[in-house]
């Protein structure tokens, strides 16, 4: 089976810097992915990690090593805006994604 | 160029009923997959297709169903409906077989409530 674990909940001031980990357990793993989403609105893609290593998208990057089956999401320069919810992603065959339970990531003033 | 598009927006059925849900992927994208997302389960797998051929299916019973047309609409079905279905349902469409670096593209969703 899959399975990604990742915190719950985080919470951090503006301008700070957060990072959601993320571990798995999947068969066939291609690559991990970063999505976000808003309270009311639809996940929108962050990122995604095939090979060992970080992947820097402006304030975004994220991370990931195979080998201890573990990535980040790193979330720099903490703006009100980046307030949502951050989902891990594992893909396998095909375009399959099984998803992590969500970290809530709330930045407050 | 638009995005993904989900019909309806919202649902309310009743238990016993089918519903059919639709998505418009992106112009070209010829990959589209279904996610259940709830409170309690998270965002789950529900199926995906490319060029009208099922190639994924996730772990939810028979009364969950779908297809792709050639223009690469999809539709997903669910018969017998229960209380445990109401759900936010996904659509997500990307441009290859591989999804590669690209992600996936969401719709907006359709809440469906069933009481």
């Known amino acids: 089976g899959q399975s990604l674990e990742q915190p719950s909940e985080v919470t951090a001031v503006e301008g700070a810097i957060v990072q959601i980990n993320c571990t798995y357990q999947?068969?066939?793993?291609?690559?991990l992915s970063w999505y976000q989403q808003h309270d009311g609105g639809a996940p929108t893609f962050l990122s995604y990690?095939?090979?060992?290593g970080l992947e820097e998208t402006g304030r975004f990057s994220s991370f990931l090593s195979r080998s201890d089956s573990y990535g980040y999401l790193l979330l720099q320069e903490l703006q009100m805006k980046d307030s949502a919810s951050y989902f891990c992603?594992?893909?396998?065959?095909?375009?399959?994604?099984?998803f992590g339970g969500g970290t809530r990531v709330l930045v407050k003033p | 160029k638009a995005g993904v598009t989900q019909t309806p927006r919202y649902l309310i059925k009743t238990r016993g009923q089918q519903v059919t849900l639709s998505c418009s992927p992106i112009?070209?994208?010829?990959?589209v997959s279904w996610y259940q997302q709830t409170p309690g389960q998270g965002l789950q797998f529900l199926f995906e297709?490319?060029?009208?051929?099922?190639?994924n299916k996730g772990n939810f019973p028979g009364r969950f169903s779908g297809r792709q047309f050639s223009n690469s609409r999809s539709e997903m079905n669910v018969s017998t409906l229960e209380l445990g279905d109401s759900a936010l349902y996904l659509c997500?469409?990307?441009?290859?077989?591989?999804?590669?670096?690209?992600?996936?593209?969401f719709g907006s969703g359709t809440r469906l409530t069933v009481v």
């Open positions: 992603a594992s893909r396998t065959a095909g375009n399959k994604l099984t």
């Open positions: 999947t068969s066939g793993f291609y690559g």
């Open positions: 990690n095939a090979l060992d």
């Open positions: 112009s070209g994208h010829r990959s």
């Open positions: 297709y490319f060029s009208e051929t099922q190639r």
């Open positions: 997500a469409s990307s441009f290859g077989a591989d999804l590669g670096s690209y992600g996936y593209t």
